[in-house]
């Protein structure tokens, strides 16, 4: 195992169940051993990839690909249902709207929370606030519950702590196009310096960040890789994928 | 932090543990991942508190009053207008304190017990969005109703000393009784917790079973006054060996008996260690059903 691996994924699967009715979870608590009770819907399967210190990786994929659970899978949120993950070093995952904060209470609350959640010491991030809230930059509404927040302060929040935790893989999921340019460009910067000595793994529909920000880019279809490589390579392949497939509900079939 | 996902976590997890360790990590595991995440736990439990005093002018004096009222009505429906034959054997304010005493740690029991099976549902916004280490749960809870648990324990002692005028030296060894209880109470809320995220059945199965455990656990009676013929089965009510112990502790300065207090310990090592490794065994699959 080499030092420098942070992500080595060997050929993972996820699958959910589906049960028809309410009861069936029941019987498959029970009688689990002798008969299957449900529907295996199968989001990801035999995903094989590895990212190296300082390497940045984007995750291309139409809505239902699997990018999400993919990350959370990374993240250890959610475990494999077969394979492989290894992740070393801190994570920050900037997930899709919340990054797990409770609204009832205020900005500055869950910054605490956050960053102890991901592995800091609260004395490390009291330290760190003035800087959080100034990367934020949402004013006064640092202090108030966060229930009071737009979808685009949650974001920034989430980002800012993220930011603050020293992380050695950020996993950031289409969260950034929430925030507004002058935000972006913040994020950009910011992502831009991290990269010199963490990794990325970053989902993303905008076309123009995975080419800024990726060294490789992986294109999840159905949740299976269809192509990994060069940003250059791949994401015309995807654009013109994307424009020849119909957008209809085929993609979500559940096997029996 | 590095850290390795496998489809079985639980196996990943007792070979870190296994590798990392002594030869029997595994026995401190529940312990050690509880130590790790220490300030995780502080962080939260301050963060309840902070939350259910926001906006009440009086903050902490609503968390003393509620035991003051119930100690008071205990004292008032036995000592006063009702003439409870059980009462006035004790004396005035006794039975109020002999109840008290045990309703301490019954509360504990049933508060924890009420909450188990929704533990992870009711964070699930916490566990699906960050990488929360979902065992601290049972922590969180437990030091949430330990620090209520300590402030009628306080005003306990405080009556006690009002009329009686003293409190019994042996109420100084009550820390030996909670401790093997908390690990006890910690088994029962991550094996209700993981059963709870399962399926909502088992929130309803211990609402209805609530109010059968308060006649089945000493808290208006003793164990002495069991009848002898069926004495000996008190005690397979777990809760039963804590509540008496406790009780004669603070009140009646008795110290307990040792087998007693080995199967106190038994009962709350076997419990501690069970309810962790179902948890641990369900982990991976709770994030997805919550």
Same mark, same amino acid.
Not at chain 2, 154 to 164: G, R
């Given at each position: 195992?080499?030092?420098?691996?942070?992500?080595?994924?060997?050929?993972?699967?996820?699958?959910?169940?589906?049960?028809?009715?309410?009861?069936?979870?029941?019987?498959?608590?029970?009688?689990?051993?002798?008969?299957?009770?449900?529907?295996?819907?199968?989001?990801?399967?035999?995903?094989?990839?590895?990212?190296?210190?300082?390497?940045?990786?984007?995750?291309?994929?139409?809505?239902?690909?699997?990018?999400?659970?993919?990350?959370?899978?990374?993240?250890?949120?959610?475990?494999?249902?077969?394979?492989?993950?290894?992740?070393?070093?801190?994570?920050?995952?900037?997930?899709?709207?919340?990054?797990?904060?409770?609204?009832?209470?205020?900005?500055?609350?869950?910054?605490?929370?956050?960053?102890?959640?991901?592995?800091?010491?609260?004395?490390?991030?009291?330290?760190?606030?003035?800087?959080?809230?100034?990367?934020?930059?949402?004013?006064?509404?640092?202090?108030?519950?966060?229930?009071?927040?737009?979808?685009?302060?949650?974001?920034?929040?989430?980002?800012?702590?993220?930011?603050?935790?020293?992380?050695?893989?950020?996993?950031?999921?289409?969260?950034?196009?929430?925030?507004?340019?002058?935000?972006?460009?913040?994020?950009?910067?910011?992502?831009?310096?991290?990269?010199?000595?963490?990794?990325?793994?970053?989902?993303?529909?905008?076309?123009?960040?995975?080419?800024?920000?990726?060294?490789?880019?992986?294109?999840?279809?159905?949740?299976?890789?269809?192509?990994?490589?060069?940003?250059?390579?791949?994401?015309?392949?995807?654009?013109?994928?994307?424009?020849?497939?119909?957008?209809?509900?085929?993609?979500?079939?559940?096997?029996? | 932090?590095?850290?390795?996902?496998?489809?079985?976590?639980?196996?990943?997890?007792?070979?870190?543990?296994?590798?990392?360790?002594?030869?029997?990590?595994?026995?401190?595991?529940?312990?050690?991942?509880?130590?790790?995440?220490?300030?995780?736990?502080?962080?939260?439990?301050?963060?309840?508190?902070?939350?259910?005093?926001?906006?009440?002018?009086?903050?902490?004096?609503?968390?003393?009053?509620?035991?003051?009222?119930?100690?008071?009505?205990?004292?008032?429906?036995?000592?006063?207008?009702?003439?409870?034959?059980?009462?006035?054997?004790?004396?005035?304010?006794?039975?109020?304190?002999?109840?008290?005493?045990?309703?301490?740690?019954?509360?504990?029991?049933?508060?924890?017990?009420?909450?188990?099976?929704?533990?992870?549902?009711?964070?699930?916004?916490?566990?699906?969005?960050?990488?929360?280490?979902?065992?601290?749960?049972?922590?969180?809870?437990?030091?949430?109703?330990?620090?209520?648990?300590?402030?009628?324990?306080?005003?306990?002692?405080?009556?006690?000393?009002?009329?009686?005028?003293?409190?019994?030296?042996?109420?100084? =060894? /009550?820390?030996?009784?909670?401790?093997?209880?908390? &690990?006890? $109470?910690? #088994? %029962? *809320?991550?094996? !209700? +917790?993981?059963? @709870?995220?399962?399926?909502?059945?088992?929130?309803?199965?211990?609402?209805?079973?609530?109010?059968?455990?308060?006649?089945?656990?000493?808290?208006?009676?003793?164990?002495?006054?069991?009848?002898?013929?069926?004495?000996?089965?008190?005690?397979?009510?777990? =809760? /039963?060996?804590?509540?008496?112990?406790?009780?004669? &502790?603070? $009140?009646? #300065? %008795? *110290?307990?008996? !040792? +087998?007693?207090? @080995?199967?106190?310990?038994?009962?709350?090592?076997?419990?501690?260690?069970?309810?962790?490794?179902?948890?641990?065994?369900?982990?991976?699959?709770?994030?997805?059903?919550?």
């Amino acid at each position: 195992m080499s030092s420098d691996l942070v992500i080595r994924a060997a050929g993972i699967g996820k699958s959910y169940q589906f049960y028809t009715h309410y009861a069936d979870r029941f019987k498959q608590m029970v009688f689990g051993r002798f008969r299957k009770f449900y529907k295996d819907y199968w989001v990801l399967r035999d995903i094989s990839f590895e990212a190296r210190r300082g390497e940045s990786i984007g995750i291309i994929g139409r809505n239902g690909a699997g990018k999400s659970t993919l990350l959370q899978i990374i993240c250890g949120i959610t475990t494999p249902t077969y394979g492989e993950v290894e992740v070393h070093g801190r994570v920050a995952p900037v997930l899709s709207l919340g990054t797990g904060f409770d609204t009832e209470l205020t900005g500055r609350e869950n910054a605490i929370i956050g960053g102890v959640v991901l592995g800091l010491r609260r004395a490390d991030i009291i330290k760190r606030f003035d800087s959080i809230a100034e990367f934020a930059a949402i004013g006064q509404f640092i202090d108030q519950p966060m229930k009071l927040y737009s979808t685009g302060m949650f974001m920034r929040l989430a980002f800012a702590i993220c930011a603050h935790v020293d992380a050695e893989l950020m996993v950031i999921d289409e969260s950034l196009s929430v925030g507004d340019t002058a935000f972006q460009d913040k994020c950009r910067t910011f992502l831009r310096n991290f990269r010199k000595t963490g990794s990325i793994l970053l989902v993303s529909h905008s076309v123009a960040e995975l080419h800024n920000l990726c060294d490789r880019v992986v294109w999840i279809d159905r949740g299976r890789i269809r192509e990994m490589g060069k940003p250059s390579e791949v994401i015309p392949k995807y654009q013109s994928a994307v424009h020849e497939e119909h957008d209809d509900a085929s993609r979500f079939l559940i096997e029996a | 932090m590095t850290y390795q996902s496998r489809a079985k976590t639980s196996t990943a997890i007792m070979l870190s543990a296994r590798k990392s360790g002594a030869p029997l990590g595994w026995l401190a595991l529940p312990f050690t991942t509880g130590w790790r995440h220490r300030e995780l736990i502080r962080v939260i439990v301050q963060r309840e508190f902070a939350q259910r005093f926001r906006g009440s002018a009086l903050g902490w004096f609503w968390a003393i009053i509620s035991p003051i009222v119930m100690l008071g009505a205990y004292t008032i429906v036995f000592t006063g207008p009702f003439k409870v034959s059980a009462a006035a054997e004790a004396g005035v304010g006794h039975y109020a304190l002999f109840i008290f005493a045990a309703l301490i740690p019954f509360n504990l029991f049933t508060e924890l017990f009420a909450r188990a099976p929704n533990l992870m549902r009711e964070n699930a916004w916490f566990l699906k969005k960050t990488i929360f280490p979902s065992d601290t749960l049972g922590w969180i809870a437990l030091c949430r109703a330990l620090i209520y648990a300590g402030i009628s324990f306080a005003i306990l002692l405080a009556f006690e000393l009002a009329l009686t005028g003293k409190i019994p030296a042996t109420a100084l =060894l /009550a820390p030996l009784v909670i401790v093997p209880y908390c &690990l006890f $109470l910690l #088994g %029962v *809320v991550w094996f !209700f +917790a993981a059963l @709870g995220s399962l399926t909502q059945d088992v929130a309803h199965v211990v609402t209805s079973i609530m109010p059968l455990i308060i006649f089945g656990s000493p808290v208006f009676y003793s164990v002495a006054d069991v009848p002898p013929a069926i004495r000996e089965f008190a005690y397979l009510n777990p =809760l /039963a060996i804590y509540i008496e112990m406790t009780r004669n &502790l603070v $009140l009646a #300065g %008795v *110290v307990p008996d !040792f +087998a007693l207090y @080995g199967q106190a310990w038994l009962v709350a090592l076997v419990a501690f260690w069970v309810g962790h490794a179902v948890f641990m065994r369900y982990r991976s699959i709770l994030v997805d059903v919550v």
